[in-house]
């Protein structure tokens, strides 16, 4: 996400915010877009800058954009105004900073797939091309352990034990060891089979894969992304008839599947490595629960069809 080329003079509201020590990068192009924006409405002269100006621009967003987006560029315009105000050492300068941002739409509610969907998100995987390997196990991976996207694709060979284990990266850095179930077992060999055919044994498991060539080959990348993941899941939901599809319903999902089978949260956390109010750590309840080890996903239906 770049600038927008100039063909005018730079503005200061565009200034302060290219020249800003503390915004990232990606953070400074949405918040240069946003100026962009408001100047492209109001003017470039300074003394167009109002707060009835800000107000007018930002009602003429909220007809094409969702709050949430015009909020976001009534906060870059902000924060652009809020700089020249203390570069001058006049607050009055801070022409935008009592401009309300509007009403957001409340979050929307993920509703859990039903088995069915499951099977059929599973179903449009069906095939034997490498792709549909990879996606079989993501999909299956995802709803038997309710694993995010990230750490589905940061998981790397030494992260699978000859145990069933596999050691994911949670948020925050921590890492979590989910024992598979034998259904997640059966959808990765393949795909494991694969790369190792094609001399892959290090590194990411899950990899981004080009177009067949004329001869049938792909070429493998070094690591599947999590948003070539979304974009893959996505065409797969689609094919599936699943409306409104994002990865994170895997884990809305095996966590409403799991307690409709009368599986205890603090059970169904040791796989998702969910924290709950009071409970002990994964290790802890590791090392406090007597017997073997067990893939506590056993208890769900098969999801793959022969």
């Known amino acids: 996400m770049g600038y927008t080329p100039l063909s005018r003079p730079m503005t200061e509201l565009e200034y302060v915010i290219a020249h800003s020590p503390k915004l990232r990068p990606r953070t400074k192009a949405i918040y240069t877009r946003a100026v962009q924006s408001f100047l492209a409405y109001a003017g470039t002269h300074p003394s167009a800058w109002t707060g009835v100006a800000v107000e007018s621009w930002r009602d003429a967003l909220a007809a094409d954009l969702k709050p ?24 009055r300068l801070d022409f935008a900073g009592y401009s309300e941002q509007l009403k957001a739409d409340p979050p929307a509610s993920r509703k859990a797939l039903s088995f069915e969907e499951g099977h059929a998100l599973v179903d449009a995987c069906r095939g034997l091309r490498p792709i549909d390997l990879r996606d079989t196990a993501i999909v299956v991976l995802g709803l038997r352990t309710g694993m995010r996207r990230a750490g589905m694709c940061g998981i790397r ?31 990765l060999e393949p795909w494991l089979t694969w790369l190792e055919r094609e001399g892959v044994a290090s590194g990411h498991v899950f990899r981004s894969l080009s177009r067949p060539r004329l001869d049938g080959t792909v070429q493998i990348g070094s690591q599947l992304r999590p948003d070539g993941l979304y974009k893959a899941l996505k065409r797969r939901a689609e094919a599936a008839n699943i409306p409104r599809f994002h990865p994170h319903i895997f884990r809305h999902t095996y966590v409403t599947w799991m307690r409709e089978r009368g599986v205890p949260d603090w059970k169904i ?38």
């Open 68 to 91: 949430q987006t015009v909020n976001l560029y009534l906060t870059g315009l902000k924060y652009a105004s809020r700089r020249i105000a203390a570069r001058h050492h006049d607050p």
């Open 157 to 187: 060979f030494d992260d699978l034990g000859d145990d069933h284990h596999v050691t994911i990266t949670l948020k925050g850095g921590k890492r979590h060891t989910i024992q598979l179930d034998t259904e997640s077992i059966e959808a």
């Open 269 to 306: 956390a040791s796989i998702t490595g969910h924290k709950l109010p009071g409970q002990m750590s994964s290790s802890m309840i590791d090392r406090y629960t007597s017997g073997p080890p067990r893939a506590i996903s056993e208890a769900l239906p098969p999801l793959l069809m022969s």
